[in-house]
């Protein structure tokens, strides 16, 4: 295997015993339907001894089930996938050497054939199961039959994948499936994925957020991509698009796809325009459609489709302070304009959805052309790209694909609710799925935090996925420790967002590490918070001791003034005596003020401690 | 000097020479008030040899002067407050052992008498000049005058520090007199503090920020808090408050008010409890009132005080998920339990106010009855607690004190544009001063997070000032880093709400930056950013060579397949062809499409490059 190959790690266990653990959850009537959440066990109040007095917490979870990346998840969907009878196997579409891009075509003779398993001899090939494609039979009438989990929903069905992703949702499945039905969630499912775990993406359901990662030319290898996957879905990745740009494009998806417990984003104009060396002006529909038809092939759940940078639309944006700030959407201006001619994934959208629909392959409208800065958004080359996203919406659905719809971007606080308001109106409730958006224009290295702020109230709008954004955007590509740091920044948006919707079950979490703090028990907050790793350590670099984790004060206040300390000790006061809850305090209480005096005297209260004032 | 005392260290200079660097405007007409602004010089368009397209961008600046700690910043406000002739040196307070802390007087023999410098002859003694304190002048009523910025705001007057602070602003000095006047702003200014740089906290101007700082009795020097002082304003923070509950308090806030060029807040009834031995029934008016004067006389600016925690509210608060989590508002709910008496901060209200009234001490309200918890929040505790607030203001304000009112503390997103309603209608439009809020409580490590996005939303609704949460919250004190990011959180959510308030000159800071971006101006995107050392460095990360910065790619695409260079191509030939901005393109452009294709057909676009899509 070459130095370039994933290095051989599961994805690490959320903690295979202990009081945080891994659980599936069945259907008692669906048994072989198992979901997966992480349980967290709690413990008793300090010092009673006494068992727990909340049940575990159970918290959706994404990390998938592990796996040594050379052999790839197990298939999970594929019994569902072949039970319905609406797919066939075939060859699939030969793989080329260029389908790895330029470097790997300039390392290669002209018309090599890839070796099974790595289109470039050089990639590390996935050495994993080499299945045959599945796509949609064939009808009498000569197209193919619809696959989607769209059509099964129209049709009334509740198929495998809507109870999975119901029960993950903890809603009845009956709600997944007229969610689905109506347009206003998709469920990403390409046919040749079966080793995801199905989820929603919908405003009914809970907010969810998308890891970006994928090379470029500069950096990065298929083992850091392999890598990058299995810690965005440990860290919450509830679907990863590879962006990959660089070498070994096709290889590195078959590698991160294999491996994959969410679905799989991508945007096949790069490689598209990989294989067009460059030059956008030497892009056409048949290149495209044969990388997009190669994708669907490897499985591929959603794909970013830019076909409303209409060539009418791209002078709306000269004098834009910021221009056209995406890639895909500068990729089809400049073939627009240097043929005059109109995007030709909006003349041919109706050959692409039904390429689409043979697969469940599910659409990503793309905003080629959303703001870039502030100062762009919410303009008329944003809006009237929307009003034709809008209109190709209605035409997916005709063909019965699924789809959502991409937002910005930079958008300044004050006109974040319009963007919700606007696209969920003019895209008929499809779901819409937002970069961000970025706040502000001025905090480069900060780009996490000026978007989870945008991310968070566009959620509480509505939105139903959020693409989340690294310290590192606008800066560089994002490493490990920056796919984290994203990752935990929208996890907080996303469930910020979920509690301003009311989503049921969303409080129970805060509510049970709310009582853990007020209750001094420090391993239960660890273990219930968004990142037990960073909470733990941040405690125990003050006070290190195990005894700290089991005391009754913490390192802000130390032993002797510690509020949340004294707060308890009211509580206790109030219950032992009898003071009624919820009402001024009465002359009896004069008698009970000695009492407390006489038992002590110190009061209860949790410490917002590190400034409490 | 013991190994307790400050390090003898300078702010950093914000770039002394270089294009980002300290600069100071005069009023034209008042030439002895001189302004620091950070002023960045631009360069000019990469390629183009031409001088900079732009003027320079200046910035708010709260770094201050710079000193050497042992001798403190320069008396700025002295000649002006002296020249108002309405204060008078006096002898002050003999100050104690005990005003150290218990740890101090334990140390001592009984009724020690402290040294100059240093209340704890064992602390690291203020080596500085000893000022004499100043307070108002009596009247011949035997009062003494109101001299308060309120009090000269309501008079018609514009002082020196309102001129200061409006030319900060940007803004006309009577637009601040005004402000003042009604109560809708504060201008923080101990008349014992004359080492300040005048600011104002209100709905019109500028969201600002406090961090708050100090020891504990299990962590940190004097020497850690100057320092972390000294960091917090050079990231930004716009007052500083003194939290400090451990040893050699009253040491620490000399150093700390000597050195500080922001108004500085505290807590007064932390340090009335040290002197009580940590025992809240042991607290009294006259302990209290003496640690009031005490502070005062060294020049706190402001001070939280907790009189709406009222008798007969506490037991509002025992059914809560997180009880009463203000420390402060604990310690007064005790005390009341205890002796089953009113609040004596709330009885002695007007007394309290003659004090702040004679060396302008503004009242910080302090919010003891906050949330803790997203379950807890706008509950009845908090709104009847908020109600007392609201008539406290109006006392102070007979008194010509200044007020802002503290708020939450914990609140999910939908609920906290009410928070801002409600106070603003209930305390007469006195600012509004929130800590965060968290938006969410699971993500302990990460509440300066969870915090900036709440803290965002209750500016963007008119909260004057958002007190900094570090990601040490609920886990340990913050050091050095943790106060950065919690500085850099907040100037996010700061500037965030100032776009969306559409404060005048906000944005011009984000579309300075965003053209830089998209004109690879990679030195003036550094120099323009929050955090430009971040910036610097994570660009480098990847591409570190010098040439990467003058260079029309990054290294998230590699030279070949950047977007943005792609978009300014685009641009150019647009303008050099004369296409006509915002219509539709015309049949003419056909034409047009040839040549673009004969000069190279590559298109502009400023790219969101690492997830570019």
Same mark, same amino acid.
């Given at each position: 295997m070459s130095d370039r190959a994933p290095r /051989?790690? $599961?994805?690490?266990?959320?903690?295979?015993?202990?009081?945080?653990r891994k659980v599936y959850v069945s259907d008692p009537e669906w048994p072989t339907i198992r979901v997966p959440f992480t349980e967290v066990t709690l413990g008793a109040a300090l010092g009673t001894g006494a068992p727990p007095a909340e049940p575990p917490i159970r918290l959706y979870d /994404?990390? $998938?089930?592990?796996?040594?990346p050379v052999h790839g998840l197990p298939p999970l969907r594929h019994p569902w996938i072949t039970s319905r009878g609406d797919v066939e196997e075939y060859e699939g579409r030969p793989v080329a050497v260029r389908d790895d891009g330029r470097a790997a075509a300039r390392r290669s003779a002209p018309g090599a054939r890839a070796v099974p398993g790595a289109a470039d001899p050089a990639a590390p090939r996935w050495p994993g199961h080499g299945r045959q494609p599945l796509r949609a039979c064939t009808t009498s009438g000569g197209g193919r039959r619809p696959v989607t989990q769209l059509h099964y929903a129209r049709a009334g069905v509740i198929t495998e994948e809507m109870r999975f992703a119901a029960l993950r949702e903890g809603v009845r499945p009956e709600i997944v499936r007229d969610e689905l039905a109506a347009g206003r969630a998709i469920l990403p499912a390409n046919v040749n994925h079966p080793e995801s775990e199905p989820m929603v993406i919908g405003k009914r359901f809970l907010v969810k957020v998308n890891a970006n990662i994928g090379n470029s030319s500069v950096t990065s290898s298929v083992a850091d991509e392999v890598d990058k996957l299995s810690w965005a879905t440990r860290w919450g990745a509830d679907t990863v698009m590879d962006l990959s740009t660089g070498p070994d494009i096709h290889t590195t998806r078959e590698w991160i796809i294999r491996n994959s417990p969410v679905p799989i984003g991508t945007v096949p104009i790069y490689q598209a325009l990989e294989k067009a060396d460059g030059r956008p002006e030497d892009l056409s529909w048949e290149l495209y459609r044969d990388t997009l038809v190669e994708q669907a092939e490897q499985g591929v759940d959603y794909v970013t489709v830019h076909a409303g940078v209409l060539l009418r639309y791209v002078?709306?944006?000269?004098?834009?302070?910021?221009?056209?700030?995406?890639r895909g959407g500068s990729i089809m201006a400049a073939w627009c304009l240097a043929?005059?001619?109109?995007?030709f994934l909006y003349t041919h959208f109706d050959e692409l959805c039904e390429i689409m629909a043979a697969y469940d392959m599910a659409f990503s409208l793309g905003d080629g052309l959303r703001p870039g800065s502030v100062a762009d958004a919410n303009d008329e080359a944003q809006l009237a790209e929307l009003r034709t996203l809008g209109e190709l919406t209605e035409v997916a659905w005709r063909h019965e694909v699924q789809v959502m719809v991409e937002g910005p971007g930079h958008v300044p606080l004050h006109k974040i609710a319009e963007n919700v308001t606007l696209q969920q109106e003019v895209c008929h409730e499809a779901p819409f799925y937002t970069l961000g958006p970025l706040t502000i224009d001025v905090a480069p290295g900060y780009d996490h935090i000026t978007s989870a702020i945008g991310a968070a109230v566009i959620g509480m709008h509505g939105t139903a996925m959020l693409c989340y954004v690294t310290p590192k955007e606008h800066l560089g590509l994002p490493d490990r420790d920056d796919v984290k740091q994203g990752m935990i920044a929208y996890k907080i948006a996303a469930h910020a967002a979920d509690l301003a919707k009311g989503h049921p079950g969303a409080q129970r979490w805060d509510d049970a590490l709310s009582k853990a703090r007020f209750e001094f028990r420090w391993e239960d907050q660890f273990n219930l918070a968004v990142d037990p790793d960073t909470a733990r350590s941040y405690h125990d670099e003050t006070l290190p001791a195990a005894p700290a984790k089991t005391a009754h004060f913490c390192s802000m206040c130390g032993p002797k003034f510690c509020s949340m300390r004294i707060s308890h000790d009211v509580r206790e006061y109030a219950a032992s005596r009898g003071i009624p809850v919820g009402v001024a305090v009465d002359e009896g209480m004069k008698q009970k003020a000695a009492e407390f005096l006489e038992a002590g005297a110190s009061v209860y209260v949790a410490a917002e401690r590190t400034r409490a004032r």
């Open positions: /051989t790690q $599961g994805v690490p266990p959320a903690g295979a015993a202990g009081p945080r /994404t990390s $998938g089930p592990g796996s040594d002078p709306l944006t000269a004098e834009r302070v910021t221009g056209i700030v995406s043929h005059h001619e109109e995007n």
